[in-house]
């Protein structure tokens, strides 16, 4: 079973990635942003749980997020591998996620982190911030904040992964095809 960490800071190009990825090689999308959208939307009792924080302005608690990734993969028996987007962004999350994926008797094939500098990465997200709409997107100073957060808060994953050696860098600039290219061909040195 192939299980993928797709990582990298924002604006890195994971959910186009992404896309590209399940297509190639038929595997579950799991992106703890839409799951949690769907949670709430859906009324469950993790959404309604995950609302009563993210309505408060806080981050919902690891547990949470564990819970509903759980539900998603045990949902998807018949899955050939799954991409986790946007998950782990801890150590402790990273732990949780081995640790359930274990009892399951699989575990993490690979972190394929996208590599981009910050100057391209600034430049994507505004570019995304005209078309989407998104207002994160549209200021250069909270766009820097958050590659910041991720430098400092996130970025260490790749030091949990690379002592299981399991984490790969990808240059991740490029046309949307020749990262794809680049990806796949970490992957299918794995598989």
């Known amino acids: 079973m192939l299980n993928i960490v797709l990582f990298g800071p924002p604006g890195a190009g994971k959910g186009t990635q992404s896309a590209c990825l399940i297509d190639s090689y038929n595997l579950v999308h799991l992106s703890t942003g839409d799951i949690f959208r769907s949670?709430?939307?859906?009324?469950t009792e993790l959404g309604t749980l995950a609302r009563s924080y993210i309505d408060k302005g806080a981050l919902v608690p690891d547990e949470v997020t564990i819970s509903?990734?759980?539900a998603e993969v045990n949902g998807n028996p018949d899955a050939k591998g799954f991409i986790f987007d946007g998950f782990p962004r801890t150590t402790a999350q990273a732990e949780a996620l081995d640790?359930?994926?274990?009892s399951k008797g699989i575990e993490i094939t690979a972190m394929l982190a996208l590599?981009?500098?910050?100057?391209e990465l600034i430049s994507?997200?505004?570019?995304?911030?005209?078309?989407?709409?998104?207002?994160?997107d549209q200021n250069r100073d909270v766009i820097k904040n958050r590659i910041q957060v991720y430098e400092t808060e996130?970025?260490?994953?790749?030091?949990?992964?690379?002592a299981q050696n399991k984490f790969v860098g990808v240059e991740g600039v490029g046309s949307i095809e020749?990262?794809?290219?680049?990806?796949?061909?970490?992957?299918?040195?794995?598989?």
């Not at 949670?39 to 009324?43: A, Q, S, V």
């Not at 996130?154 to 690379?162: G, P, Q, S």
């Open 39 to 43: 949670n709430m939307k859906e009324g």
């Open 68 to 70: 509903m990734l759980e």
């Open 99 to 102: 640790l359930f994926l274990k």
């Open 115 to 119: 590599e981009v500098e910050e100057q």
């Open 124 to 136: 994507r997200l505004l570019e995304r911030g005209k078309s989407s709409g998104r207002a994160d």
């Open 154 to 162: 996130t970025a260490i994953l790749k030091d949990y992964y690379t």
């Open 178 to 191: 020749s990262i794809t290219q680049r990806l796949c061909k970490e992957i299918d040195a794995l598989v």
